[in-house]
């Protein structure tokens, strides 16, 4: 199996918000175990590293309005 270690960032469709945006790279969970995060306006910024799990919990949490409205 082949498995590559430069993140592929994806940004949601649903990002049209003015730029508060962040971008993910979920395609290094195989291989790294982590869902790297950024902010899309500083693409050589920081990084934060998620597990999957708990990346599935926030993601989760946000569909059920845990975090209120934006």
Sequence with gaps: MTTT??????KSS???NGGACIE????LVAS???IPVRDSKNPSGP????????FS???AGVRSGEFGAA
Excluded at 5 to 10: H, K, N, T, V, Y
Excluded at 47 to 54: E, G, M, T
Aim: net charge negative; hydrophobic share 45%; glycine share 4%.
């Design 5 to 10: 270690e430069s993140p592929r960032w994806f």
């Design 14 to 16: 649903y990002s049209d």
């Design 24 to 27: 993910v790279a979920p395609n």
């Design 32 to 34: 790294r175990g982590v």
């Design 47 to 54: 990084v934060l590293d998620f597990s999957a799990d708990a």
């Design 57 to 59: 919990s926030f993601v």
